[in-house]
């Protein structure tokens, strides 16, 4: 699958990219801006030629931020690598940095987000589930029925559950890894019913354990502050949204941290600016009482948003202790860590190709078996790493039920894997 997506998917992508460059030096008049932008298309158009000849990858330049000297100590100490010879998880996270550069280094383009069309573009497609997720929503918390704030009814564990999912869900759709979606195809993955015929597909559920931990500490006074890694901008962050409104409302979170990137990254994961799209969108296609509630939860201080440099770095979630002490020590603290989409997976569980019967915890290194802390991972399955499956007859079923290892790519099964840090 590596070799897949160098040979194939990059290329396409950084042709996406160029497309948007085209489309927005055509709705300029004559300029300095214009000439910038004509030379940044200039650049991807090599950079894409780069790698379809399988060129050496060279050295990023320094445009004044710390992570450049990372990139190019970790490049050094891998040798000579070239496009189609490099580690998978280095790769691509070296793609996005070279592109980013084409930004960073420019006069009138240093905030552009290549990917925002994309972005949009899906989240407008969505329109029908996002309405129709947001009106299940508001049945839910409002329902009097329902007892979201008591977790020691059984309901309340069927609420858990039910929206935890949806926030698993919403991963179904990643512009990166999925790049010739219909809109009658990423329709099709989305929505309740998509979800209740999805559900028998979580091959590795820990949502019980989750759920047994937080009905155990509910009732202390401490405040239960929870940190949300996003993945992806549009529909899933709207599911993520939705989510991070119920854990307040439910009072499972005292408040909730949303952990996005700090500049454009694997094409759809989330920037703070995606987040204003999004309360924007909503009260445009009329959920302005939702869009007013969680605009109402940013004011009070009761969800924030944050961006880390160390979220755009090739490294894997292993070397968090010592690249990112303070994040690390940060997490620790945290009541729980809810980690978002197949990449912080892949960072997570060090991108490594792991029997698929080792245990999540085992798999985590340093984050794992007394760590402090509390991760929770929810992720559909869109690449080869993936761990926790209860037996090898399990893998064998799955590998009759979705040939070719089908079930780890195509993003048709998920997990939800937790592990308590002890």
């Given amino acids: 699958m590596a070799q897949e997506t160098a040979k194939s998917r990059w290329p396409t992508l950084v042709q996406g990219m160029i497309d948007d460059v085209c489309i927005t030096g055509a709705e300029l008049r004559p300029s300095l801006a214009l000439e910038e932008i004509k030379s940044i298309q200039k650049r991807l158009q090599r950079l894409r030629?780069?790698?379809?000849?399988?060129?050496?990858?060279?050295?990023?330049?320094?445009?004044?931020?710390?992570?450049?000297?990372?990139?190019?100590?970790?490049?050094?100490?891998?040798?000579?690598?070239?496009?189609?010879?490099?580690?998978?998880?280095?790769?691509?996270?070296?793609?996005?940095?070279?592109?980013?550069?084409?930004?960073?280094?420019?006069?009138?383009?240093?905030?552009?987000?290549?990917?925002?069309?994309?972005?949009?573009?899906?989240?407008?497609?969505?329109?029908?589930?996002?309405?129709?997720?947001?009106?299940?929503?508001?049945?839910?918390?409002?329902?009097?029925?329902?007892p979201v704030k008591s977790l020691d009814h059984e309901l309340g564990r069927h609420v858990f559950v039910e929206l935890t999912e949806l926030a698993l869900w919403g991963n179904a759709t990643d512009l990166s890894l999925l790049t010739n979606l219909s809109l009658e195809e990423i329709q099709a993955l989305q929505g309740r019913a998509a979800i209740e015929k999805s559900q028998r597909n979580i091959i590795d559920n820990d949502i019980l354990d989750v759920w047994?931990?937080?009905?155990?500490?509910?009732?202390?006074?401490?405040?239960?502050?929870?940190?949300?890694?996003?993945?992806?901008?549009?529909?899933?962050l709207f599911a993520d949204i939705l989510y991070t409104a119920y854990l307040l409302e439910s009072g499972l979170g005292t408040s909730i941290t949303l952990h996005a990137k700090c500049f454009p990254w694997f094409v759809s994961d989330a920037l703070p600016n995606d987040i204003d799209f999004l309360l924007e969108y909503l009260q445009s296609i009329g959920l302005s009482p939702l869009a007013t509630q969680i605009k109402g939860y940013l004011e009070l201080g009761l969800i924030r948003v944050e961006v880390n440099p160390f979220w755009t770095t090739p490294y894997s979630f292993h070397e968090m202790i010592a690249e990112a002490p303070e994040l690390f020590q940060r997490l620790q603290d945290s009541y729980l860590t809810i980690w978002k989409g197949d990449l912080n997976y892949r960072k997570l569980t060090r991108d490594g190709l792991w029997p698929h019967t080792t245990a999540f915890k085992s798999s985590l290194g340093p984050l794992g078996q007394g760590s402090g802390v509390k991760i929770l991972a929810l992720r559909t399955n869109k690449s080869d790493t993936c761990v926790g499956i209860?037996?090898?007859?399990?893998?064998?079923?799955?590998?009759?039920?979705?040939?070719?290892?089908?079930?780890?790519?195509?993003?048709?099964?998920?997990?939800?894997?937790?592990?308590?840090?002890?």
Avoid at 60 to 88: F, H, V
Avoid at 114 to 122: G, I, L, N, W, Y
Avoid at 407 to 416: D, E, M, P, S
Wanted: glycine share 4%; net charge neutral.
């Fill in 212 to 236: 047994n931990y937080l009905r155990k500490t509910q009732l202390t006074k401490a405040k239960r502050n929870i940190d949300i890694v996003l993945d992806n901008a549009g529909f899933e």
């Fill in 49 to 146: 030629e780069e790698i379809i000849s399988d060129d050496k990858l060279r050295h990023l330049e320094d445009d004044g931020s710390a992570d450049i000297a990372d990139y190019n100590r970790l490049l050094l100490n891998l040798g000579k690598l070239t496009w189609l010879n490099c580690p998978w998880l280095y790769g691509e996270c070296y793609l996005y940095r070279r592109v980013q550069l084409l930004f960073s280094t420019s006069s009138s383009w240093k905030e552009y987000d290549v990917f925002k069309r994309q972005k949009d573009s899906t989240l407008v497609k969505s329109q029908k589930a996002v309405q129709e997720l947001a009106s299940r929503f508001t049945q839910v918390i409002a329902n009097p029925a329902l």
């Fill in 390 to 422: 209860e037996s090898e007859e399990k893998v064998k079923i799955l590998n009759r039920e979705a040939p070719g290892m089908a079930w780890v790519r195509n993003g048709k099964y998920a997990v939800i894997s937790f592990s308590d840090g002890s």
